[in-house]
């Protein structure tokens, strides 16, 4: 099953500039990262918003996968 959380996104280090990639997981969690530079960079999940959208995003996948299975019997 496909699970949305792995997906990535690119922010931009707010010190040096440079694109970092993090997981929507990472992102749900509201995780600290850093940058190459050193630079800790905060994650926010505004008001769970990325939180829903990876359970609705996974759950229509599920969903989509149970149909899919019950048209090949």
Not at 48 to 66: A, M, P, Q, W, Y
């Amino acid at each position: 099953m496909i699970d949305i959380s792995k997906q990535t996104v690119n922010l931009t280090c707010p010190e040096c500039k440079r694109s970092i990639s993090v997981s929507l997981r990472q992102v749900a969690d509201e995780l600290l990262v850093k940058c190459t530079c050193g630079q800790g960079i905060q994650l926010k999940d505004s008001n769970g918003t990325n939180r829903k959208g990876i359970h609705d995003v996974n759950k229509s996948f599920k969903d989509l996968e149970n149909a899919f299975k019950k048209l090949g019997r």
